[in-house]
């Protein structure tokens, strides 16, 4: 689809807007993303500027105090927290992620389909069991530190979970899928003439991969890194079950204040506007860093 | 087409409801997540025709968005003592009609005509609870340990377990202080800051759901969690040993209770009923082996689940509950949060 000319701009041309069956072919799709999408975000917009209703709920008003309290130093920094765990959980797996999908994207077409069944078997397990079950072999008397123990690797059981370590690992094993198959998508489709162009042309093998095969896979990157930073960012069960619920992340925070003893929906529903905001600045500049390369 | 399914089925329900009037055929059940034993359930439908709809929460304030949203409407729902005083003041909760629940005879004095429901007309106590300490005797010499003080020590540091709840851990800090649990006031608070300051970093897991866990696993030596939760340490190895706080230790009380606008009154009643007989409130202590409010299911307990010391402490000590303290719980949440963010 995208060759080497990736410069070349979208035909800006004249286009037919949709005729009816062009409409109602997209009728689902709009249902679905007026009820789903638009309704929700819009009931939270409003909640956020509403008041604290006496059994949770919302008493309706407007008031700006939800949004002065997001702007609390200990929010920030609990926000500033949560993008650099989802950085860091995004790093990792893209720096892991990439050669699996390179490998199985040019991989013989037979064994293209059985490594991508490997990759997608976990998803046949609950997230929640998959997550618990690393709480059986990270905890001291664990699998792990068992085995680390059986062959005298180390002295002392070493604690694994209920640390930052353990919550980046499991937010790295629920994710890691999601860059694999993007850029997986992206490999699968790129063409090996051009690379070979880039050797016959004097391309060491570092710049073949830097000038010609990391553009080309771009579009598949962008994707992978999106689909893991933003569901990363508010995924809190993670951090409740391998952290130890020690350090809140922005998800256990917004959850809490439906779920906990506050009962505070106005100042839920403003932190969770204040989060979308963040992804939509995300989205729109890692889209602009897309348009310009 | 969905949502014409969906609302072909609630008016199939509707209908339903309205015909059936009499003899109500089903039970909107909305409960606590680990707290009504299957054989219960089934049970009450072999024995009323009655079909259980059993949904479940995590929290009070779980079940009390899912209520206040009205999105289903249910028949019995299982809040805890604070929860009831403000459903009941917000006129959420309808008045149970006494002659339809003769078995509630069978409940101990003690547990009648509690500060959350003083006039006893909303509520059948399900279980009993207090919030104490549970130390593994084979880490900590059994009987080191005897209130919050001894828990927070900086030798205990990376090997503790609480509940993940703020008002709870706020309320130990305030018992130490001797304020009592519902004295919530900005100066109380001020005066606990400095004492959380140093407890939160010692602590390893905050969990409300399964703090046990952590301790089975050897993950902590210690902790402070439901009493409940101790009492099946208790039954897994008798070296986990349980202590009431010297300092002041409170009880929870969770309850059944019919909303305003349930559908099947008469099968909440029923159900009620059913609960309060000894042989069925008996298999309830035999899954969760929190006090059994029931004085007649006592009598046809083990010695052993009688002598377990989380679930009937030794001396029957009174002790206070948690009252609602509607809005003031929004700055233990910030205060317990600014505390964890810090450490």
Not at chain 2, 274 to 279: D, T
């Amino acid at each position: 689809m995208r060759t080497g000319t990736t410069n070349v701009a979208a035909p800006t041309g004249y286009q037919r807007p949709p005729g009816l069956p062009g409409w109602l072919l997209l009728s689902p799709l709009l249902l679905w993303v007026a009820l789903f999408v638009i309704t929700p975000t819009v009931i939270m917009l409003v909640y956020s500027f509403g008041r604290r209703g006496t059994l949770g709920g919302v008493v309706l008003d407007f008031t700006m105090e939800n949004y002065a309290a997001v702007l609390d130093p200990t929010y920030l920094k609990i926000l500033v927290r949560s993008v650099i765990y989802s950085g860091l959980t995004t790093i990792i797996c893209l720096v892991m992620g990439y050669p699996v999908a390179y490998y199985i994207g040019r991989a013989d077409e037979r064994w293209r389909n059985l490594l991508l069944m490997m990759v997608m078997i976990p998803f046949w397990t609950s997230f929640l069991i998959r997550t618990y079950a690393w709480v059986t072999i990270l905890k001291s008397e664990g699998l792990l530190n068992g085995f680390l123990m059986q062959y005298n690797l180390i002295l002392q059981p070493f604690e694994m979970l209920y640390t930052p370590g353990a919550v980046i690992l499991g937010l790295v094993y629920t994710f890691l899928p999601f860059m694999i198959l993007p850029i997986y998508t992206s490999v699968e489709k790129l063409d090996s003439a051009l690379v070979e162009a880039a050797f016959d042309l004097g391309a060491g093998p570092v710049r073949a991969f830097s000038r010609v095969i990391v553009p080309m896979t771009s579009p598949g990157i962008t994707a992978g890194i999106l689909l893991v930073f933003i569901p990363a960012l508010g995924l809190y069960a993670v951090n409740d079950i391998l952290g130890g619920g020690k350090v809140d992340m922005i998800g256990n925070i917004i959850e809490n204040q439906f779920k906990g003893n506050a009962r505070n929906w106005p100042f839920g529903s403003a932190l969770g506007i204040t989060l979308l905001l963040a992804f939509g600045v995300a989205f729109w500049f890692t889209g602009r860093r897309q348009a310009e390369s | 087409m969905k949502r014409s399914v969906v609302v072909i089925s609630l008016l199939a329900g509707l209908v339903g409801a309205c015909t059936q009037k009499e003899q109500p055929k089903e039970l909107n059940l909305f409960a606590w997540s680990e707290y009504v034993p299957q054989s219960v359930i089934e049970g009450f439908q072999k024995d009323t025709g009655i079909k259980v709809n059993y949904e479940t929460y995590a929290s009070n304030e779980e079940m009390l968005a899912k209520l206040v949203s009205g999105a289903t409407k249910y028949d019995l729902i299982q809040p805890s003592e604070y929860t009831i005083e403000a459903l009941a003041n917000e006129k959420q909760l309808k008045e149970v009609d006494w002659s339809k629940v003769p078995n509630f005879k069978n409940i101990a004095p003690e547990y009648k005509n509690m500060p959350h429901d003083p006039q006893q007309k909303f509520t059948v106590p399900w279980m009993v609870g207090t919030v104490g300490i549970v130390v593994n005797t084979e880490k900590i010499p059994a009987g080191e340990v005897k209130g919050y003080k001894d828990v927070f020590q900086d030798k205990h540091k990376g090997r503790i377990v609480v509940l993940d709840d703020p008002r709870e851990i706020v309320t130990w800090a305030m018992s130490t202080q001797g304020i009592s649990a519902n004295d919530v006031t900005p100066e109380n608070l001020d005066k606990v800051k400095p004492l959380l300051q140093q407890w939160l970093p010692l602590v390893k897991v905050y969990d409300s759901d399964s703090p046990k866990t952590a301790l089975l696993n050897g993950d902590v030596d210690l902790g402070v969690v439901w009493s409940g939760e101790a009492a099946l340490l208790y039954n897994e190895d008798k070296k986990f040993e349980y202590v009431l706080p010297v300092e002041g230790a409170h009880l929870f009380i969770d309850s059944l209770a019919i909303p305003a606008n349930a559908p099947n009154p008469e099968a909440a009643y029923a159900f009620m009923n059913y609960i309060l007989r000894p042989e069925v409130s008996k298999l309830i202590s035999a899954d969760f082996p929190y006090t059994n409010p029931n004085l007649e299911a006592r009598k046809q307990l083990t010695p052993e689940q009688l002598a377990n010391p989380a679930s009937y402490p030794p001396g029957n000590p009174k002790l206070e509950t948690f009252r609602d303290i509607g809005e003031r719980a929004v700055p233990i949440d910030k205060l317990v949060t600014d505390l964890k963010a810090q450490s």
